[in-house]
């Protein structure tokens, strides 16, 4: 029964292993005080009975919270730092299942942020609908830090967007972006993840010149003073842009009047060589062609498809624990293979095959007996040199597939039916070298050695699959 948990737990380990913890840290922003709670929460285990989390303070080991549960999640509240934590699943005979590797994780200490409104005019087009940036400087902010505008008069919220950049080592927002402000009174709110939270002043938001101005009402006059000196300026850039564009558009007719002229000439000379060269090739592929019938008359016909079946003979090369699970390291067994070669090149040809063999291997103890059938599924690149006018040839190939494993156990002491029936499926890769030999006209005869490395969890399994094959062609 020792080999039989042992195999188990290879093939079931990396399955409690894949458990997708997704970990969401919500309130992992505290004061001196510990005044707010933190949770940590993760996927569940469908088989787990019970998890146990521990916490670990970074610069000092000592300091260590260990939290047992059989939810999916904890609530605890510690004081500002750096610190670690990793999480184990139990199953319900209390084993550890899992366990995650350590994974750090800051606290930070709760700060209320600062506003301070700027007296700068900012206009905008006359379509609210369009986003516009708040001139405000904001300190002590946190990366998940929101932001609204609130009406004074109307109580209506915006959602806005803030503006970060790192200061040294803190994050501030010179801007707020917001889209569909209107006419009004409206007031900044800054909140933290904490709750922590700000208003500004009152931003004033008055039309002028059709279009808005955010700012005080002192600056209506002279922003309209700056949209009139801004249209001129704009005016003249136009004006500017055009003559530019007219200038260029003159110099690339010219110069593409001269490549057309160039390019003509070059027409003709080329066309003249063409015709010069088409004599040549026309004769050329004459004398070609009486050689390639001549040539043809002796000429195998290669069949594109080939279908054969036999017998193989894997032996585990590798890895040693797969081959102690084996009373013997080779048994017996049957492979067949379908071969396409839709491309011919002078001596030899290009396909694929399509390949699977399939054996048995076992092992029978005074306790326990064990049947563990092994099919080797690949499709690999073909490639066929054919030799001696094609009656006999080589093919090398290569690729990969699935491998497919079951595994049978049952008691022996007392006797009873299979305890367990597991199927597993791995990626291969496949490399392999075989001769051919044309017995009749559509019999093919073919032997050779496929070897096998299967990629199983925590092991490479290599196998070497000589093999014998009888079949047809098509």
Known sequence: ????????????????????????????????????????SWKPEKNALKYKIEIQNVLDSSITQEFETSNNFIEFSMKAGEYKYRIAAYDFLGRKASETTWKDFTILKAVKPEVFVSNQTIKVAENAKNSVKIPVDIQKVTPRSSAILLNEETGETLKGDLNLKQNNTNLTSGSVTVTGISEGKWKVVITNPSGLKTESESINVVPANNKLIIGTEKNVQQAAEEEKIEQIKKEQQRQNALAEKQKAEQAKKEAEQKAHEQAEREKAAELAEKKKQESLIAEKQKEITVKSEAAGKNKRKYELLNFKIGAAYPFILYDEYFKSLCEKKSAPGLTAKLTFYPLELNFFQLGLEASTSATQFSQKTYTFDMEMPVSLNNLNFVSRFNILDGKFNINLKTGGGIAIIKTYFSNTIPPSENLSDEFYGYFCANAGLSFGWFIIKRILFETGADFTNIFMPDMNVGFLTPYMCIGFTF
């Open 1 to 40: 029964m020792g080999i039989k948990k042992k195999m188990t737990d290879i093939f079931t380990r990396k399955k409690l292993l894949y458990i997708l913890i997704s970990f969401i840290f919500t309130g992992l922003v505290f004061t001196q005080e510990n005044t707010f709670k933190q949770k940590l």
